[in-house]
């Protein structure tokens, strides 16, 4: 008698939308594509991919608007796509962190070393002078 094993199946995205609905995150669909996923004030722009969904994008939600989180070297700020920046309290990171971890779990994903230890984020504004050119004298 032989015993088949059953094959490994990957989920669609739209299993891996409804897992995140059952997890207790709000999910909408974006004009330009992809799924807006929220909970309190934390969203992500989920993609799909043919590895899996990816986020692609995660900030805090401020008029309707995802602002971004920069990085300006003394402090983080929320900036919107407009332009408009506001200091992220340290309130505001502890719940994207948690949001983070939480939205990685219900999909799915590996959550790696450097970012459970705390916020990370993609724009670094340093307000560093630009090196001086090597063909300058003094």
Do not use: C
């Amino acid at each position: 008698m032989f015993f088949r094993r059953k094959r490994a199946t990957m989920p669609r995205f739209a299993e891996h939308i409804a897992a995140l609905r059952a997890a207790g995150f709000e999910t909408a669909s974006e004009p330009l594509g992809g799924v807006r996923v929220s909970r309190g004030a934390s969203a992500a722009l989920i993609e799909d991919s043919p590895a899996g969904p990816r986020i692609a994008l995660t900030g805090w939600l401020r008029a309707g608007a995802m602002a971004r989180l920069v990085d300006v070297g003394f402090q983080k700020f929320w900036r919107t796509p407009e332009g408009r920046d506001t200091p992220a309290l340290a309130e505001h990171l502890e719940e994207l962190h948690a949001f983070e971890g939480d939205l990685r779990e219900a999909l799915g994903l590996v959550s790696l070393y450097n970012t459970s230890l705390g916020t990370t984020n993609d724009l670094h504004l340093y307000d560093r002078v630009a090196p001086r050119s090597a063909s300058k004298n003094r």
